[in-house]
């Protein structure tokens, strides 16, 4: 870097010596005008820098060009470099009949040679006076003048404040005991990877991020129509960590290991809308293309696969080597298959926040989708996930929802049977209600097959493995979903599970508490509690229970774990106290029968735990998964009536 002095704001820096340009520490092209406006406006940030003084100090009067024309292509420039808009400014405001204002917060850091140069800017252009007074001003390191707090820069502010909430989740997850595989180490075979960066949502309407996050996940996928051989994408869930961040590119790149990065912006009305998006190699930190997409709403799918088409031909540029697949295969939307593509935009937003209340709302925008647009697969697809994952999750018994799940399963894969997600959908409803492991793992496969950068397919698919005892080829799979997704906090989960279901406890705990580093409240790494009850740490575990209680709330239940550690550890009278209060509780939200067989199970009383079980059987309860692995039933493994349960469950072999 370079020793002079620089200005920063947002993601960008303008340094001053050598006259450039970078965002998250990538050069990018600009023009000497544009690079002198800018100077300018950050050099009087908040300030009003009128036409008549841009003219002065940028075109001065022995310069025969046209200055209006001048001006505001350079202004033009500088909006397109910064994704900036003269509507919706984020950075360079226009005030009418006056000039432009730079309404970003900007921070002005000052080198050993910026004296030298400030002094050297300015005889260019104002004279010996001007000279000094930019030389003193240079020597003394300081803030540009205070921007007025108006609603704009309020928002930003807040971006600024999540930026450093960020970072401190980052410097958390450098502590990670076994964090993400190491971006040298991952198993790419051989294949050019790339991530595609949040798109920012420009709109300055924060209801409208659904859809900047859902044309971030929507390119992803569309990437992932690449030859999948040749060129692989990182996930949603890992990209997102970098949301209303300033890392920089070449820290992107090694933390998700990956040589390039597309990053951009997006901005609509009422029917129109405006894509930016630019493509840069990480080794190189050098800016590949970047390209603006003024389009109408219903084009968006046919703009997703421009998109896609010119990165893969950027990168055969870059390669000389083809990369093509099929991802310009979309064609324009009709008015009402884009509101069926939006409500769906809608509803991945909040399946992805993963809470219960959260697949609830998403399946309704799901449902709205396949009643805009019946033929629309994918919609179909997100409704199954969403009402299997609130079986799961607890919100419904599996047979309220389970049948509908199904029902919508198929129905996407009537309508598109090369649809990765539909296959995934109805692998985990044969998985987790039917126990038809065969043909759930088909599924899977066929899903991967479709999509080897399908990271949910790996995961899923792994924990069918795991549940079937095949421990060697799971932890292959996770750790390829840990590769292709390598900051989701649910895949390094996951994988902490399976090292508790292989009886690895020790590698179990320190993956299940490296999560909760990140996440105390994240809710499936607390079956951490469950290796420390197999390794006789019942205090250790009763300690971790009683967080989590408290970060619950006041209004949450007791938790069935609490009788099942203090009946484990020998605390009978105790566990039976909080046997009567979850009978209790019962009678308001009832509780899986799998829960109740644990809690039997540290009681000691076999025979009631099988008979929970029984009924769990009989729900089919998605607890029963675990049967054939679960160290917590060893002591019924002996027992006739368990076995035969075990086939019935297909999980005897």
Request: net charge negative.
């Amino acid at each position: 870097m370079s020793k002079g002095c620089k200005y920063q704001f947002g993601p960008f820096d303008l340094r001053v010596q050598a006259r450039e340009l970078y965002k998250h520490g990538v050069k990018l092209k600009l023009r000497p005008q544009a690079y002198h406006v800018l100077a300018l406006l950050l050099e009087h940030a908040g300030e009003c820098v009128t036409r008549d003084e841009l003219q002065k100090r940028v075109w001065p009067s022995n310069t025969f060009v046209d200055f209006e024309n001048g001006l505001n292509t350079a202004i033009k420039q500088l909006r397109a470099s910064l994704n900036d808009s003269a509507v919706e400014p984020r950075y360079i405001e226009t005030l009418p009949k006056l000039g432009y204002r730079m309404i970003a917060p900007v921070t002005y850091e000052a080198g050993a040679e910026a004296a030298e140069r400030a002094a050297e800017i300015a005889q260019d252009s104002d004279g010996e006076k001007l000279a000094r007074e930019g030389a003193v001003a240079a020597s003394v390191p300081q803030l540009s003048p205070p921007v007025a707090i108006t609603a704009r820069n309020w928002r930003w502010a807040v971006a600024a404040l999540l930026s450093v909430v960020a970072l401190a989740g980052w410097i958390a997850y450098s502590k990670w005991p076994r964090g993400r595989p190491a971006a040298q180490a991952a198993v790419h075979n051989g294949r050019t990877m790339l991530a595609v960066l949040p798109f920012d949502n420009l709109t300055g309407d924060e209801t409208q991020d659904y859809f900047s996050d859902g044309l971030t996940e929507e390119m992803i996928a569309q990437l992932g129509k690449l030859d999948a051989k040749e060129f692989g994408v990182i996930a949603r869930t890992s990209v997102m960590h970098y949301k209303h961040t300033s890392e920089k590119i070449d820290k992107i790149g090694g933390e998700l290991g990956v040589q390039y990065v597309l990053e951009g912006s997006v901005r609509r009305d009422a029917d129109k809308v405006r894509i930016n998006a630019e493509l840069i190699e990480v080794g190189g930190q050098r800016q590949l293309w970047t390209q603006e997409y003024d389009r109408e709403l219903t084009n968006l799918l046919v703009v997703q696969a421009e998109i896609a088409r010119e990165i893969s031909d950027s990168i055969e540029l870059t390669l000389g080597s083809a990369q093509r697949g099929d991802a310009a295969g979309n064609v324009a939307l009709t008015p009402a298959a884009y509101r069926a593509y939006d409500l769906y935009l809608k509803g991945l937003y909040f399946w992805n926040k993963r809470t219960a209340p959260g697949l609830q709302q998403a399946s309704v925008y799901f449902q709205q989708a396949t009643a805009q647009d019946p033929s629309y697969a994918p919609a179909y697809a997100g409704l199954a996930n969403s009402y299997t994952l609130m079986t799961s999750y607890g919100v419904s018994p599996a047979a309220i929802h389970m049948p509908t799940a199904r029902a919508a399963a198929v129905k996407a894969l009537e309508l598109d049977d090369k649809l990765p997600a539909a296959h995934c959908a109805l692998a985990l409803i044969l998985e987790n209600y039917d126990w038809d492991w065969s043909t759930a793992e088909k599924e899977y496969r066929r899903a991967i097959e479709l999509n080897p950068d399908y990271a949910t397919a790996h995961q899923w698919y792994a924990e069918l493995l795991m549940w079937r005892g095949r421990f060697d080829e799971a932890l292959r799979e996770s750790e390829l979903a840990r590769t292709l997704d390598p900051l989701s906090l649910i895949i390094a989960t996951d994988q902490g599970a399976l090292f508790y279901f292989s009886r690895q406890y020790d590698r179990a705990i320190e993956q299940l508490q490296g999560v909760l580093e990140m996440d105390p409240t994240f809710p499936r790494a607390h079956m951490v509690i469950n290796a420390y009850v197999e390794e006789g740490r019942y205090a250790e575990a009763l300690a971790i229970l009683d967080d989590w209680q408290r970060a619950a709330g006041p209004g949450a239940g007791r938790s069935w774990e609490f009788a099942y550690i203090q009946g484990r550890s020998g605390q009978k009278q105790k566990a039976r106290a909080e046997l009567r209060n979850l009978e209790a509780e019962n009678l308001k939200q009832p509780i899986d029968p799998a829960s109740w067989a644990f809690v039997n199970l540290g009681l000691g009383d076999n025979d009631a735990a099988l008979g929970w079980l029984e009924k769990a059987y009989a729900q089919h309860s998605n607890g029963l998964t675990s049967l054939k692995v679960e160290p917590a039933y060893d002591p019924l493994r002996g027992d006739p009536r368990f076995q035969e349960l075990l086939q019935r469950v297909g999980l005897a072999q």
